[in-house]
């Protein structure tokens, strides 16, 4: 009885096409569950990253001889004080702008400029739409409304930190155990966990450079408020450095409510005072020397770390601007490092260790020459 004859070996390989288009595919119903599920996403993420930024004083106490209990503890508690800081922070600068706001409107100054700025349009020609619009913008009622969504956007983000809260103790207790997996898995998953720790250290390092950038900003934003008599200048100083960790674009949120201020209090000089200090300090520092800075501490280029704001905060709202940076390296590392045919993307995206491997040198062919006999042939 004769055997069927083997197949014939197809090569099922996928084109890179192909690929492309499943992976595509795959990250646009994997972004649409994440942007349905916001609410959730958010907060899971803000704690992760917080954590991952409180780890490591796990390491001198544990050295120390502490029980895992008292350092998850310390751990727990120091990530309670960044949140802490970080919602009286925003809730200072929200709450102030709206009190400094309905002064002025009870004060009448915002009429008087409103009606300040429709004269000065009239003098050049304007229309009567175009006095009418600019008289709507410094309305009394449109600024309070945009006080009180400010206000509200500080409610939701301080909602978000209540769950934020509950998340950070479970994740630091699983953190404990999870810091043994180099020595029960180093073997096998070497290549995974060094990746989870490159991940890490990058977030660590990426929000070092950033709070040190907003306390010098801060620093200079308030001290030339306060030369310049605008109200509140350290509350001003404070959004500065909040601000600063929306990377790229962080300054414009930071430099409306000061400018608002300063053009009620003292017109069209002191809004120009305003703009010009914000934009020689913050530009020169947060737009042209802090991204170099990012760029090296997390290897990501400059177009993606500011096109990373936009998109994030698309997904996920107002918490993804300051993940924004966090979420690309966890969405490359996932994504692409784990392959090695993606390494040219790595490298477009501003990985300096995405690397080609050296070619290996060619080996030439071994040349071989018949010799010839000596002797003729016998007779």
């Not at 000065?120 to 739409?129: A, F, I, P």
């Not at 408020?225 to 929306?246: E, S």
């Not at 784990?338 to 040219?344: I, L, N, R, S, V």
């Amino acid at each position: 009885m004769t055997s069927p004859a083997p197949e014939r070996a197809t090569d099922r390989s996928l084109s890179p096409s192909l690929r492309v288009l499943l992976l595509l595919a795959a990250s646009v119903v994997t972004l649409a569950g994440v942007y349905l599920a916001r609410d959730l996403f958010g907060p899971i993420a803000l704690a992760i990253v917080i954590v991952v930024i409180c780890e490591p004083l796990r390491r001198p106490l544990d050295r120390h001889g502490w029980p895992q209990w008292a350092s998850t503890t310390a751990v727990i508690v120091v990530a309670y004080l960044i949140l802490l800081a970080m919602g009286a922070l925003l809730w200072l600068a929200g709450t102030q702008f709206a009190r400094l706001i309905a002064d002025l409107v009870s004060q009448g100054g915002l009429e008087n400029t409103a009606a300040e700025l429709v004269g000065w349009l009239k003098t050049l020609g304007l229309d009567e739409e175009a006095s009418d619009a600019a008289a709507s913008i410094l309305d009394p009622e449109t600024l309070l409304g945009v006080a009180r969504s400010i206000g509200g956007t500080v409610l939701s983000v301080a909602t978000a930190l209540f769950f934020v809260c509950a998340y950070i103790i479970f994740m630091a207790i699983d953190a404990a155990r999870y810091g043994r997996a180099p020595a029960l898995f180093g073997a096998t998953k070497g290549a995974v966990l060094a990746r989870i720790s490159h991940l890490n250290s990058g977030v660590r390092r990426y929000y070092i450079v950033n709070a040190t950038f907003g306390a010098i900003v801060a620093v200079i934003d308030g001290l030339a408020l306060w030369w310049m008599g605008i109200p509140a200048p350290m509350v001003w100083a404070i959004l500065a450095f909040v601000t600063n960790f929306i990377p790229n674009v962080g300054f414009v949120v930071g430099l409306v409510p000061p400018a608002i201020l300063a053009f009620v209090v003292g017109g069209w000089p002191l809004l120009l005072g305003v703009i010009v200090v914000y934009s020689v300090v913050n530009v020169v520092l947060q737009v042209l020397v802090q991204p170099k800075f990012v760029s090296d501490a997390v290897d990501l280029s400059l177009t993606l770390s500011f096109f990373s704001v936009i998109f994030w905060t698309f997904i996920i709202g107002p918490l993804g601007a300051i993940l924004s940076i966090p979420l690309t390296l966890l969405a490359r590392a996932l994504v692409f490092e784990g392959d090695p045919e993606a390494t040219w993307v790595r490298w477009l995206s501003g990985d300096r260790t995405a690397v080609p491997p050296e070619p290996e040198p060619e080996q030439l062919p071994v040349v071989r020459t018949r010799r010839r006999r000596r002797g003729g042939r016998r007779a």
